[in-house]
């Protein structure tokens, strides 16, 4: 660690760990072709992933950038929908469409997500959640009323490329991307804007742009996750993208903690294990079963008086974080400094 | 033509008296906490149901169920306020809304678990006969929503009077306009605020209860009107009474007009594009008052 | 040469007039003072120069570049930089990172070397790293650099204001009372500190301060303000021997002189 020049030693670790993560993934997939692995743990593990990739790109905005948003499903809807319309439009079929397909969602979601930010950053604070939830909305209402896309009734027959390798494939250059990000310039930028947005703004950096711009992204890689959630699911409706699934991925934030990449991880994997060993646990009755519906509002409520900053607020796991600045004293000098 | 216009006047005032009475309990808790309760909608939701079980299971009549019903919800108000917001007073914002997310999702469940997922419907005790003085017109106009309009406005101007004209009216303003500097007055904060979530959720209920007279009630209904009635208290500008009321008639107006003459699916997205055009266009509503920034 | 420059600046808010024709040349490498009473209008003028009122009328030129309409950002781009009477730091920020955000207009990478994690990114994140250490040794802060910004105690926290406006590379630095709240000894540390950093970055400096020693000790020419309006300006020694300024001050500035 004191080698000031190995710090990008962070690569070099993130690397060996996808590596050894993927080739698990591998392994268990195959086993579960066997069906020596439980297919509905790998379902688990699959859907922990695409929501971690929401959750983060969620906390981008609501955490480090501190302004609260609540339209985040919409984006997801973008993604899925163009997703699943060019998943079964275009004529291709495997790995091609897979990659058209979420690159699509990505640019789709993005774009507007970027159109959005123009309107929504015009204001701040309470007013903000208002309009992003009002955009949630009309993204919602618009695909319910677009015959092409399903209406109402939802989208059916959408071919299932998603896996859990792909998703992990996802997770982990979505993890890669966003470590450098909120470890670099821009970052520091968005938690200077949430820390004090006069001091950032009189720091000649422009606000809007930058709020904007991390809107962007979060939308972006909400659409990833879409894409991926209609390619998993086979089978999407509008009403699976309203405001209860941004609430849900308010409460996975939260839990975990904002401003926090390890926190994002958290909390999604604490919020649904829990949720499903509730259900494995009251499954002896089923009316039981129906009572997880009431525990986790309330855990979120406990956790929110208890522990305001979640489990782990602005605190990142160690391999998360960046490797120290160590500088020798002898080579602190006052040269660029002084001019 | 005009007379259905006048018809469509009609069940425009009725739903605006709902959102109205919703509305003005986002606008009071937000003009005295800065806080956006997104459990008020359910808060409403819990009201309809609370008079619907003293209605069907006790078989009180209306006039003695709507303020039992609006007693029993302001309790409910008072009960959450003290047990999950008064402690994140001072906290972060975002903790205190997420708190009244989970507040609300909790409510909606516990609803559901109790009375099961079915739609319910109040049992009809006002008089549903015709007003023979506008069916002349073609017009049909039941009594029970003259009733119910007629006691809406009333409760509203009750509350005007109530926070304009009696002391504790005056405190709740004096909370609203400098939170620091009342308790320094002698006044007691917590009371203050606790008889505010009363009061807002004593009116939800009776929007619970006149919504339950003409629609069917059910555990997830807080959502979708709750929204509504939010949107109104925005548009009217967000901390004011009046503005709650206007914005209440407004939006009502443009969803029962947009329903009628162009789409029924449309109806959501347009009140939610009137709500962001106005926003951009008008950012603390039409009666709001905007706040000065101190460097 | 002159690096700031103001002409006829008013500003008024609803019936009161915060400042009115307040007309300001400031040299380069001088510091002046600007004084006045509680509610004279100092800040005022400072949240004029940096953008955060929009004057009614008048000008300001930096280096000769009118830079009075512009936007916030792009007028402390063009060479500005102030602190604040209640000091506005990145609480949640390390002390080092607080810094670092001031290297944000000369960073030396861009988003797709930042994403995909290049070696152009790793390299000016280090130099950025050095370069914020030396601003922190400058000020000796360079102890607590893992320390959040809100944990710093007062004396320190307005160093690292101090030190941060710096980074930011400003031809024209703003101090609002930067004394305010320290005792006797930090006072004059203070003094010396801003004496060593004008001379050190070659900054014209415009003070507001109450407390009359610091004004006198570091400004060559002194401007007095009373309701919004210039009384009196000179040197040191001519201003408070002005009988408008001690009238002004009545009760308040006897005790220093």
């Given at each position: 660690m004191k080698d000031y020049s190995n710090s990008c030693w962070f690569k070099i670790r993130f690397g060996i760990f996808s590596a050894v993560l993927l080739c698990i993934i591998l392994i268990l997939q195959e086993l579960s072709k066997n069906g020596w692995v439980n297919q509905y743990y790998l379902h688990i593990l699959t859907v922990i992933g695409m929501n971690v990739i929401l959750v983060s790109s969620l906390n981008l905005v609501n955490?480090?950038?501190?302004e609260f948003a609540l339209g985040h499903a919409g984006f997801m809807a973008c993604g899925a929908y163009t997703a699943a319309y060019l998943s079964t439009q275009l004529d291709l079929t495997g790995f091609p469409a897979i990659i058209v397909s979420l690159g699509a969602a990505i640019i789709a979601a993005g774009i507007i997500g970027y159109l959005i930010g123009l309107a929504a950053f015009k204001t701040v604070g309470d007013y903000l959640a208002i309009i992003t939830l009002g955009f949630n909305m009309i993204i919602v209402n618009a695909i319910q009323n677009i015959d092409s896309l399903g209406g109402p009734r939802g989208f059916t027959?959408?071919?299932?490329?998603?896996?859990l390798f792909s998703v992990a494939v996802c997770l982990l250059a979505t993890y890669y991307i966003f470590y450098h990000l909120v470890n670099s310039n821009f970052g520091r930028l968005w938690v200077a804007i949430r820390e004090n947005s006069l001091a950032a703004e009189l720091m000649g950096i422009n606000i809007n742009q930058v709020k904007n711009f991390v809107f962007t992204i979060a939308a972006a890689f909400a659409g990833l996750a879409g894409g991926l959630w209609a390619e998993y699911q086979q089978f999407i409706t509008p009403?699976?993208?309203d405001y209860i699934k941004t609430t849900e991925l308010l409460v996975m934030l939260y839990l975990g903690g904002t401003g926090s990449l390890s926190g994002s991880i958290l909390g999604v994997t604490v919020y649904i294990i829990s949720m499903e060993l509730l259900r494995n646990f009251l499954s002896f009755n089923p009316q039981l079963v129906e009572m997880r519906m009431i525990v986790s509002p309330l855990i979120l409520i406990i956790i929110m008086i208890?522990?305001?900053?979640?489990?782990?607020?602005n605190r990142e796991w160690r391999w998360l974080r960046p490797a120290e600045a160590y500088i020798p004293?002898?080579?602190?000098?006052h040269d660029s400094v002084k001019n | 033509m005009i007379y259905t216009i006048i018809q469509q006047m009609f069940n425009a005032i009725q739903l605006g008296a709902v959102y109205a009475l919703i509305a003005l309990g986002y606008t009071m808790v937000y003009g005295i906490l800065?806080?956006?309760?997104?459990?008020h909608g359910d808060i409403f939701m819990c009201g309809a149901f609370i008079g619907f079980l003293l209605a069907t299971?006790?078989?009180?009549p209306l006039w003695l169920m709507l303020p039992m019903a609006m007693c029993l919800t302001a309790l409910l108000g008072v009960i959450i306020e003290r047990i999950a917001y008064r402690r994140l007073r001072t906290a972060q914002k975002m903790s205190l809304v997420i708190t009244a997310l989970g507040v609300g999702i909790f409510l909606e469940n516990f609803v559901m678990l109790m009375v099961g997922p079915a739609t319910k419907q109040l049992p009809q005790?006002?008089?549903?006969?015709?007003v023979q003085w506008f069916f002349k017109y073609n017009i049909t106009v039941t009594w029970d929503r003259i009733w119910i309009i007629i006691i809406s406005l009333v409760l509203m101007a009750v509350l005007w009077l109530f926070v304009n004209r009696t002391l504790m009216g005056t405190a709740m303003r004096a909370v609203a306009d400098n939170k620091d500097i009342?308790?320094?007055?002698?006044?007691?904060i917590n009371q203050v605020i606790a008889v505010t979530f009363a009061v807002g959720s004593a009116l939800a209920a009776a929007g619970g209860i006149f919504y339950g007279q003409s629609y069917s009630i059910d555990p997830y209904m807080g959502i979708d009107l709750g929204w509504k009635a939010f949107i109104a208290a925005v548009i009217g500008g967000i901390g004011s009474i009046e503005g709650a009321v206007l914005g209440a008639f407004l939006l009502s107006g443009v969803e029962i007009f947009t329903v009628a003459y162009?789409?029924?699916?449309?109806k959501n997205g347009i009140s939610f594009g009137l709500l962001i055009i106005l926003l951009l266009i008008r950012p603390n509503g039409i009666m709001g008052k905007p706040i000065l920034k101190k460097v | 040469m002159t690096a700031l420059k103001i002409e006829n600046l008013s500003k008024s808010f609803g019936g009161i007039q915060?400042?009115?024709?307040y007309n300001l040349e400031l040299p380069d490498n001088t510091i002046t003072g600007l004084i006045g009473p509680n509610g004279a209008g100092k800040t005022s003028i400072f949240n004029l120069i940096s953008g955060i009122y929009r004057p009614d009328s008048g000008q300001v030129f930096l280096n000769d570049k009118?830079?009075?309409?512009?936007a916030l950002s792009m007028i402390s781009r063009s060479g500005i930089a102030r602190t604040f009477q209640n000091i506005r730091l990145f609480?949640?920020?390390t002390v080092l990172d607080n810094i670092k955000t001031a290297f944000h207009r000369r960073a030396g990478y861009h988003f797709g070397e930042t994403i995909l994690g290049l070696s152009k990114f790793y390299l000016s994140e280090k130099k950025i790293d050095r370069e914020s250490m030396e601003y922190l040794n400058y000020f000796g802060l360079t102890g607590y650099k893992?320390?959040?910004?809100?944990?710093?105690c007062y004396g320190d926290q307005r160093r690292l204001e101090i030190a941060r406006a710096l980074a930011s590379e400003p031809k024209v630095l703003l101090l609002d009372?930067?004394?305010?709240?320290?005792?006797q000894v930090e006072v004059e540390e203070l003094i010396k500190l801003i004496r060593k950093v004008q001379k050190d970055f070659g900054l014209s400096i415009l003070l507001i301060e109450h407390q009359m020693p610091v004004v006198i000790e570091l400004c060559r020419s002194i401007q007095v303000l009373n309701f919004g309006r210039l009384i009196a300006s000179g040197n040191p020694s001519e201003v408070i021997s002005n009988p408008e300024v001690i009238q002004a001050y009545l009760g308040e500035m006897e005790p220093v002189i």
């Open positions: 955490g480090y950038l501190g027959g959408i071919p299932k490329y998603t896996s009403r699976s993208f208890t522990r305001q900053s979640g489990l782990l607020g004293e002898e080579n602190i000098t | 800065r806080m956006i309760n997104f459990a299971k006790i078989g009180l005790q006002l008089p549903g006969s015709i009342v308790p320094l007055m002698g006044i007691n162009l789409s029924s699916n449309l | 915060a400042v009115l024709n009118e830079i009075t309409h512009k609480n949640q920020m893992s320390e959040f910004a809100k944990n710093l009372e930067p004394a305010a709240g320290m005792n």
